[in-house]
């Protein structure tokens, strides 16, 4: 049975992601670079990207290969598929072929490419292109995204009230009753750091605020004086 390299003109690869897409083309007899770009996974970007590989392929027998085909990649993927482009997903690639080698999307495209060029056709690994499958598997990848994004968000807040005395008791982790009373927290136009401290102190009764000279050379931050 006849390998990629020996059926196929072009090779695309394209690294997927939640934001963009990156693609390398690459000559399958050589593994050369031929052309790369990136686009956003916009209806409008997705659209660009399928007439971009429609053109790089031509009338030559050209193979995408997509990494993430059954998540981030779905949507092109069945783009590309309706346009009568042969689809497969990358093969492992293994850790010695990433080392040494710098890390960019594009670079990554061209590896992706690379990977199957001396894979037998027939045991190229084919999308499947069941929609509640592929849906699924977008929920479960969007989830641990969303799930991330917040831990990271709510490591980032608590070493802020750590750091910025704002009246919160974090010792312990928040919870979230705490962060649903700080989301509520407005700014006002006359809000500063001193006004809250002297307010939170329980000095602001008989103070006022007025700049001194070494709040000055600090960009003008104000300091408690008693009236």
């Not at 690294?15 to 963009?20: I, M, Q, R, V, Y």
């Not at 070493?159 to 919160?168: F, I, S």
């Not at 962060?179 to 008989?206: H, K, L, M, Q």
Request: hydrophobic share 40%; glycine share 8%.
């Amino acid at each position: 049975m006849p390998i990629v390299s020996e059926q196929y003109e072009l090779v695309i690869g394209v690294d997927t992601h939640a934001a963009n897409h990156a693609l390398s083309v690459v000559t399958a007899a050589t593994g050369a670079a031929v052309d790369q770009a990136s686009f956003p996974t916009s209806t409008a970007g997705l659209d660009r990207a399928r007439a971009w590989i429609t053109r790089r392929a031509g009338e030559r027998a050209t193979l995408v290969v997509i990494e993430g085909a059954g998540s981030y990649g779905a949507v092109l993927a069945e783009r590309l598929l309706t346009a009568g482009l042969a689809v497969v997903e990358p093969s492992a690639m293994a850790a010695a072929d990433r080392r040494g080698i710098g890390k960019t999307d594009e670079l990554d495209a061209g590896r992706i490419a690379r990977s199957v060029l001396s894979v037998e056709v027939g045991r190229l690994r084919r999308p499947r292109a069941d929609g509640p499958r592929v849906a699924m598997r977008v929920l479960m990848i969007a989830r641990e995204q969303m799930t991330s994004e917040s831990t990271r968000t709510i490591n980032a807040l608590t070493a802020l009230v750590r750091t910025v005395e704002l009246g919160v008791d974090a010792r312990k982790p928040l919870t979230s009753k705490q962060i649903e009373v700080i989301a509520g927290w407005r700014t006002r136009p006359t809000d500063n750091v001193i006004a809250r401290t002297c307010y939170r102190s329980g000095f602001n009764d008989g103070w006022r605020c007025t700049p001194t000279v070494a709040c000055r050379e600090m960009a003008g931050q104000p300091d408690c004086v008693r009236q």
